[in-house]
């Protein structure tokens, strides 16, 4: 790498679909650039989906400056790059192709840039002997590494601000900060004082289910739900089939309450998530900041073909929940993968019942999971460590 000047990294992002790709790519480029004085220049096919989890994202613009980050839109595969142009560590982000132009110019380079491919996160015992390994480019003089975040210390740990843990504690320490942060949502006393829960899930979630035993629960509870999310089963709920449901519309049916919450930009689906008692994510990168928040929370795992998301649940869930049958049950159910059960002979009721009980139990676990997690170091750090080695 270059001496005594700041180094430079391009981090090459494909939105495949949703909000994952973008938001992970995002909260690597503000921490490198925040935290490491890495000069960042984010390259994104999609705009729009950006600007959804960060707002100050102008869709019309070919370069700009968000949070001392570069942002360009990556318009297409053409393009013809000088050697200069070309920064010292280049990141694809699952295996996207960089434009064929930039690797040419990546071997004019001296020295060659690191050229790292961060793959996608899974809890496998696979990755860890797979972690760091290289891939000669076929023709060119350049070497391609494979970096994957994971779960234990033979990866490269997951993406976890610096600050992240810290401003976790003053939150929950500080009652009044989530009363505040609740109420701009709109919720009143009587939803902050009951159950809270957050759904963030795939739209085949059997959400309808969990909502027909949660209106029979013996206390209350309220379910927040960002606009967009469960569809069907959140606009059947409020009554408004064919509508669309919007931030701020909420109905009640016995001891549940609904909510629609806007999509927050990504430091507030923290504090959402710091906030609520159980946290229903999914894809990666929510899945990721609910292991942060420490609380309870039940994994949509992003489908893939022949259901072979399914050993990557299980692969977490030994991980994580091993001693808690509920939780695995649970996520089982909830993602379609309990064995030999067909959907319409799922008992809700009591998979609900035994996560409930559980409940403190897995509250107790879940923050020695986040404790034990913190052991692996943070993903951004790990990624410049192994580039130096490699540099
Ligand atoms: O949106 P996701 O499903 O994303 C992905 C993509 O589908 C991707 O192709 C796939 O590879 C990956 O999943 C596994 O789920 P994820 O990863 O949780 O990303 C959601 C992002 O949106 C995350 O950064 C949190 C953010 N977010 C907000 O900022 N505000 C919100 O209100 C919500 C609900 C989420």
């Known amino acids: 790498m270059k001496q005594n000047q700041t180094t430079s990294l391009a981090l090459f992002c494909k939105v495949v679909d949703n909000y994952g790709d973008i938001g992970i790519c995002w909260r690597l480029a503000r921490q490198l650039e925040q935290e490491h004085g890495i000069a960042v220049t984010l ?80 809890a496998e015992q696979w990755v860890e002997g797979c972690h760091t390994l290289s891939s000669p480019h076929p023709r060119l003089p350049l070497t391609k590494y494979f970096f994957f975040p994971g779960f234990t210390n033979k990866t490269g740990g997951l993406l976890l601000e610096s600050s992240l843990q810290q401003q976790r504690q003053a939150f929950l320490s500080d009652p009044a900060a989530a009363t505040q942060f609740l109420g701009q949502l709109g919720l009143t006393q009587a939803e902050m004082d009951s159950l809270k829960l957050s759904l963030f899930c795939y739209p085949q979630a059997p959400v309808s289910e969990l909502f027909a035993v949660w209106q029979r629960s013996a206390t209350p509870i309220t379910c927040l739900v960002p606009e967009g999310v469960a569809v069907d089963a959140v606009q059947e709920f409020l009554g408004i089939s064919g509508q669309i449901a919007k931030a701020g519309m909420v109905a009640s049916r016995g001891a549940l309450s609904v909510r629609v919450l806007p999509f927050v930009p990504q430091p507030d689906y923290d504090k959402l998530l710091w906030a609520c008692d159980l946290n229903f994510v999914r894809g990666e990168d929510s899945f ?96 410049l460590k192994f580039a130096d080695t490699v540099s």
Request: proline fraction near 5%; hydrophobic fraction near 45%; charged fraction near 20%.
């Open 288 to 383: 990721v900041r609910a292991q942060w928040a420490g609380k309870p929370f039940i994994w949509h795992i992003y489908p893939q073909d022949e259901n072979l998301h399914h050993v990557k649940l299980k692969a977490f869930l030994q991980r994580y929940a091993a001693d808690f049958d509920s939780v695995i049950q649970l996520s089982l159910g909830w993602n379609g993968a309990l064995n030999g059960s067909a959907e319409e002979t799922i008992d809700w009721v009591a998979l609900w019942g035994a996560l409930s009980a559980d409940m403190p139990k897995i509250s107790s676990a879940t923050e020695v999971w986040r404790r034990h997690l913190l052991e692996n170091g943070d993903l951004s750090s790990n990624l």
């Open 43 to 122: 390259w994104v096919d999609d705009l729009l989906s950006f600007q959804r989890i960060c707002p100050q994202v102008e869709l019309d613009c070919l370069t700009q400056q968000i949070a001392g980050v570069t942002v360009r839109h990556w318009r297409d595969q053409d393009g013809v790059f000088a050697a200069n142009q070309i920064a010292d560590i280049v990141i694809e982000f699952f295996a996207c192709d960089i434009p064929p132009g930039y690797i040419a110019a990546m071997a004019e380079c001296t020295p060659r840039p690191v050229w790292l491919n961060l793959e996608g996160l899974t």
